[in-house]
């Protein structure tokens, strides 16, 4: 069974660096689309960024423009968001998430296009 596990989050002062990392893993993965997805209790799962698994194109979504960096590695199936100058308002759980759905560019930017999602680990920043 295909599985998306995640690793990296923890926490970091106001100012720094955190990357984390999605491999797939169980069963042969070939996505259109990859996400990096956050979500806190106060707020809905919100896309960060997201990349085709194909063409490699991307989406930024504003709170991450500058700050965020999503990549992929096919040939090892893992998906990576690097996130610098983290903020107190970065606090979130992270998920990753696939797309099996055709989207423009196949880059998918909405939560109702994917379809598996990793565990999601907590990213804390503090002030």
């Known amino acids: 069974q295909l599985q998306l596990v995640e690793s990296g989050g923890g926490l970091v002062q106001a100012g720094g660096s955190l990357r984390l990392s999605c491999a797939a893993s169980g069963d042969t993965f070939s996505p259109y689309a990859l996400g990096w997805f956050r979500q806190t209790p106060v707020k809905e799962r919100e896309v960060v960024a997201a990349?085709?698994?194909?063409?490699?194109?991307?989406y930024d979504a504003d709170s991450g423009k500058g700050r965020f960096t999503i990549s992929r590695d096919s040939a090892k199936n893992t998906l990576y968001l690097q996130m610098n100058s983290l903020e107190p308002e970065d606090t979130a759980v992270y998920y990753c998430a696939a797309s099996y759905h055709m989207c423009s560019g196949y880059v998918c930017y909405d939560r109702e296009q994917y379809h598996l999602w990793g565990q999601g680990p907590q990213v804390t920043v503090s002030s």
């Open positions: 990349i085709s698994w194909i063409g490699g194109g991307t």
